[in-house]
C-alpha cells in the first residue's frame, strides 16, 4: 500500500461545485502539504499544516481551503470550482526532525478537471 | 530567500549516452538540495539529497549529482541513458524562508530517451 494516498485520483466537475480531495498518510509524518502541477511551472504550494492546529497559506492559496482532520489526514477544498483550477494536484508529507533536510514524500497525485 | 532554475525544458539523448540535466539555485543559507523523478501518472519519487555532507550525492537508478556552491549548481548527471529514465525530472530548494522552511521547485525538465 501506497504511503501516501489520494482520492480520487481523477476527477471531472462542473463549474461552480464543490469538490474535495483527501489525502492521508501512513508514514507518521506530522506535515503535510498540498500542491498543484501545472505544465511548464513546476509544483506550486496550495496550503501546508505543520501539525493539527496548524495550517498555513501557500503561495496560490486563493480559491482553496484545507482541513487537517488528524495528524494523517489533511484535506483539499475548492468551494466553487473554476476552470483554471484544472490541474494535477499531489499531497505531500514531511518529518519535522532536521528542519530542511527532511525528504518530502509524495502521493500520486489527483487529476481534476473542470468543465 | 530562495529560487531554483532548471536551464533545460527537454533534454533528449540515445539510449547508452550520458545524461546531464541542468539546476543552479540560489540561497542565503546553505540550502539543502533534491532531484525528484516524476514518471507518467505517477507522483515524484526521490532521486537523491543533500544535505551538506559529500558533495558527490549518489542516488538511485545510477544517478548521481555534485553540489558546486562557488557555481551555485547541482546538476544531475547519469554515465548511461536507459530507456526507462524518461521521464520528468524536478530540482528541488530547501531551507529557512519567513521563519520557516519550505521546498521550492523547479519548473522540470523532461528527459527523452531515443532507441
Known amino acids: 500500500d501506497a504511503d501516501v494516498t489520494q482520492t480520487p485520483r481523477n476527477r471531472i466537475t462542473k463549474t461552480g461545485k464543490r469538490i474535495m480531495l483527501e489525502c492521508s498518510q501512513t508514514?507518521?509524518?506530522?506535515?503535510m502539504y498540498w500542491y498543484r502541477q501545472d505544465p511548464g511551472l513546476g509544483l506550486r504550494l496550495i496550503y501546508y499544516?505543520?501539525?493539527?492546529?496548524?495550517?498555513n497559506k501557500g503561495e496560490i492559496s486563493d480559491g482553496y481551503s484545507v482541513s487537517r482532520q488528524a495528524q494523517a489526514k489533511f484535506s483539499l477544498s475548492l468551494e466553487s470550482a473554476i476552470p483554471n483550477q484544472t490541474a494535477l494536484y499531489f499531497c505531500?508529507?514531511?518529518?519535522?526532525?532536521?528542519?530542511?533536510?527532511?525528504?518530502?514524500?509524495f502521493g500520486e497525485g489527483s487529476w481534476l478537471t473542470v468543465v | 530567500a530562495q529560487s531554483v532554475t532548471q536551464l533545460d525544458s527537454h533534454v533528449s539523448v540515445s539510449e547508452g549516452t550520458p545524461v546531464l540535466l541542468r539546476c543552479n539555485y540560489s540561497?542565503?543559507?546553505?540550502?539543502?538540495l533534491f532531484w525528484y523523478v516524476q514518471h507518467p501518472n505517477k507522483g515524484l519519487q526521490l532521486l537523491l539529497k543533500?544535505?551538506?555532507?559529500?558533495?558527490l550525492v549518489k542516488g538511485i537508478n545510477g544517478f548521481e549529482a555534485e553540489f558546486k556552491k562557488s557555481e551555485t549548481s547541482f546538476h544531475l548527471t547519469k554515465p548511461s541513458a536507459h530507456m526507462s529514465d524518461a521521464a520528468e525530472y524536478f530540482c528541488?530548494?530547501?531551507?529557512?524562508?519567513?521563519?520557516?522552511?519550505?521546498?521550492?521547485f523547479g519548473t522540470g525538465t523532461r528527459l527523452k530517451v531515443l532507441a
Open positions: 505531500a508529507t514531511s518529518d519535522s526532525g532536521a528542519g530542511d533536510r527532511n525528504t518530502i514524500y
Open positions: 508514514k507518521g509524518h506530522d506535515r
Open positions: 499544516s505543520f501539525d493539527v492546529k496548524d495550517i
Open positions: 540561497s542565503s543559507y546553505s540550502p539543502s
Open positions: 543533500y544535505t551538506s555532507a559529500a558533495t
Open positions: 528541488v530548494v530547501s531551507g529557512p524562508t519567513s521563519g520557516t522552511y519550505k521546498y521550492i
